[in-house]
């Protein structure tokens, strides 16, 4: 396989990444934001970074939580990991994720990749940001991890309470779009350069700059913890593995 390399961009490319946790977790539905729920004696949010500073090639990690909470982020998740640094996230994704950017330009300026995580997400294998990692720096300027489709797909039509069936969905072509999402620096800041676009996801917002986008294969535990029912199956998981058993 010919490798191609973008310019400036190399193996071993001095890397960070974003974890966003700025959220409330309103579907979530908890007394405090969702990356400040614990999954056992440990919040979402230390799970996800623990796993990420394990990893040899993130040079910075930029934690965005909500405003009042950075004295508490750096308290649970700084220690003892000088990598680690805390900021203040927005109303929307998209603020927060811009806030991760302004702080990796102004604290780490040789940035060559970002990778941008939902702390929501916090039991996805290292081997996830390693592919995404990989696929950066041998010159995809985006890159998502994915996973096939399990569920049969329908589009409907909504007639007040009527909902009918339009038709099937061929699901061979489709993936269900996890993170860590990874970028070249350009790339990223190219997506993030209107103020008043909005996504939840940031490679739709590469798309809409024409900027190809490639998939890497994803996995099951990168799920998102959005309802009480995934915060069942997490906490089911972590208590079953032990978190140091975990992939
Ligand atoms: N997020 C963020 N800043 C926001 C909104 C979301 O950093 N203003 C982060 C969340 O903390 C989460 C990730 O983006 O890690 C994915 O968002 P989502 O799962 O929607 O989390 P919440 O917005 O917290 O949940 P909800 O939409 O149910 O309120
Ligand atoms: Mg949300």
């Known amino acids: 396989m010919t490798v191609h390399y973008l310019p400036g961009v190399q193996r071993s490319a001095p890397t960070a990444v974003i974890v966003v946790a700025a959220g409330s977790g309103e579907r979530l539905g908890e007394s405090v934001p969702k990356a400040f729920v614990e999954l056992d004696d440990r919040t979402i949010l230390q799970h996800a970074v623990s796993r990420i500073a394990r990893l040899p090639a993130a040079n910075l990690i930029v934690v965005v939580v909500p405003g009042r909470l950075v004295?508490?982020?750096r308290m649970d998740v700084m220690f003892g990991r000088p990598r680690v640094q805390v900021t203040a996230g927005g109303a929307q994704r998209s603020d927060s994720v811009r806030a991760g950017i302004e702080h990796i330009m102004a604290?780490?300026?040789e940035t060559e990749v970002i990778?941008?995580?939902?702390a929501a997400r916090p039991l996805t294998p290292t081997a996830v940001f390693n592919r995404v990692i990989d696929a950066?720096?041998?010159?995809?300027r985006a890159v998502v991890p994915g996973i096939p489709v399990v569920d049969t797909l329908k589009e409907v039509v909504v007639e007040g309470e009527r909902v009918s069936v339009r038709g099937t969905i061929d699901r061979e072509m489709l993936r269900a779009i996890q993170t860590p999402?990874?970028?070249?620096?350009?790339?990223?800041?190219?997506a993030y350069a209107d103020p008043t676009e909005l996504a939840t996801d940031d490679a739709g917002l590469a798309e809409r700059c024409g900027i190809p986008v490639h998939v890497v294969e994803g996995d099951a535990l990168a799920f998102k913890i959005t309802t009480p029912w995934d915060l069942r199956i997490a906490r089911g998981v972590v208590a079953e593995s032990g978190p140091e058993e975990l992939p």
């Open 107 to 109: 604290a780490a300026p």
């Open 136 to 140: 950066v720096t041998s010159g995809h």
């Open 181 to 190: 999402q990874g970028f070249s620096v350009d790339a990223l800041t190219r």
């Open 71 to 73: 004295v508490r982020a």
């Open 115 to 118: 990778l941008v995580h939902d």
